[in-house]
């Protein structure tokens, strides 16, 4: 552009009078001629720039963001996580969907780090021969877990899958408060120092529509990213349910043996939890007016092995009140029986699934034992959809390892089973 306005300049100050014409014509022939060369250039480059429009800024960092989900949301399990590692047959999704989620379908093999999400888009003809076979995708046809009323908000529905750690001021930790299980106090710092909570927002969530969110506390020995994410894949569980719902998973004791429930302990907790994740939750789907629909959507809360602390405590005290539609017990029954005990009885609109292995079968069975002789139907399977008030304890085969539970319990990833059924009472 420099030439093209050097080039008007020199045309400006030689051609503006007629007494300067025959100068300029018999002076430089040489500079007209490089000067009408570059204002052709300049004309030939401004109308290429139009023919060829600019991309789009807000498209190109959606894509960048598209790209790093998937592969968070997707990443198989990592190689150095600590302990029993899973067999390649378990950390690879049940199924087809995850091929069809991949650009390049169903010939996309498992796991394929290079691939990106499609978020959800998938030729019809693909679908109605998913659908032939029994195994069409859960994504294909967005089910929702109905559980309320749908919201009057009417924001616009997240397009693509978003996963983060993200810091809470009222995630478990650092806590400074009391320890009624040790009756002590002071935790901060090295393992009792993470605030960060594990959120994820499957592609095609919805705020206008029924929703629900899974609280997710994890066991002993680990953190969000190695064993939450990686390992135990909630994010992908979740997706693959196809059912409207988020995951909030805040990091307990850091990669340690140890069931602290940490500002879970504390009257209110879980409620100062689900408030300041209605608006990161907000802030994730970008935008705003959604933060009032997290607010009222409904809960599910999943324990995994010691994470029954926290669990068993943010029902107590919680705060969360009728929110909370449903806990699963994930091998996780190893006290606290009063507090679940009173939490069914006064929730009997609610559900309740513990399965379990032989390390916690007694105690099952001893809380089986106690809720029937208080007149509660008790289940030893699920079947079809899960309905409210439903309480069903399931046993798993010995072949079954306690490390593996959260992807392979009474069935492959059992999280994503439970948000199944519960979207098939609505539809």
């Not at 990443?75 to 650009?103: H, V």
Request: charged share 20%.
């Amino acid at each position: 552009m420099d030439v093209v306005w050097q080039a008007r300049g020199w045309e400006t100050a030689t051609w503006d009078t007629p007494r300067h014409r025959p100068q300029a014509a018999s002076g430089r022939p040489l500079l007209w001629a490089l000067a009408g060369l570059a204002v052709l250039l300049a004309a030939a480059l401004v109308l290429l720039a139009c023919a060829s429009p600019a991309p789009d800024a807000a498209a190109t960092v959606q894509k960048r963001e598209n790209v790093a989900s998937a592969s968070i949301a997707a990443g198989p399990a990592r190689r150095d996580a600590k302990g029993d590692r899973m067999p390649p047959a378990a950390a690879r999704p049940s199924g087809e969907t995850w091929q069809y989620l991949m650009r390049g379908g169903p010939d996309v093999l498992w796991p394929a780090p290079q691939a990106t999400a499609s978020a959800g888009i998938v030729p019809e003809t693909v679908v109605r021969a998913a659908a032939a076979r029994g195994d069409a995708p859960a994504f294909i046809t967005q089910r929702v877990a109905s559980l309320s009323p749908q919201s009057p908000y009417e924001g616009i529905s997240a397009r693509s899958a978003k996963t983060d750690l993200v810091g809470f001021q009222n995630s478990a930790f650092p806590y400074r408060g009391f320890n009624p299980r040790s009756q002590s106090s002071g935790y901060s710092g090295g393992r009792y120092g993470d605030n960060r909570v594990l959120v994820h927002v499957p592609p095609g969530f919805d705020a206008r529509k029924p929703g629900v969110i899974v609280v997710f506390f994890h066991g002993h020995g680990a953190t969000l990213s190695r064993d939450v994410r990686d390992r135990q894949q909630l994010p992908r569980q979740i997706t693959e349910s196809g059912v409207n719902a988020v995951l909030v998973a805040p990091q307990l004791a850091y990669d340690a043996a140890d069931s602290s429930a940490g500002k879970f302990w504390e009257r209110g907790g879980l409620k100062r939890f689900l408030d300041e994740a209605a608006g990161r939750l907000a802030e994730m789907t970008g935008d705003p007016a959604s933060e009032a629909a997290f607010a009222r959507m409904p809960v599910v809360v999943v324990a995994y092995s010691g994470g029954f602390v926290s669990a068993a405590w943010s029902l107590h005290v919680g705060g969360a009140g009728s929110r909370v539609k449903g806990l699963v017990l994930l091998d996780a029954l190893y006290g606290e029986m009063d507090k679940f005990t009173n939490w069914v009885m006064s929730n009997r609109s609610a559900f309740f699934v513990s399965a379990y292995t032989r390390y916690t079968k007694r105690r099952d069975d001893e809380f089986a034992q106690a809720l029937a002789t208080r007149g509660v139907p008790i289940n030893r399977e699920l079947r079809g959809p899960l309905q409210p008030g439903t309480v069903a304890f399931l046993s798993t085969a010995d072949g079954i390892t306690h490390r593996d539970y959260v992807t392979r319990a009474w069935t492959s990833d059992p999280v994503r089973d439970v948000l199944v059924r519960m979207a098939q009472r609505g539809s």
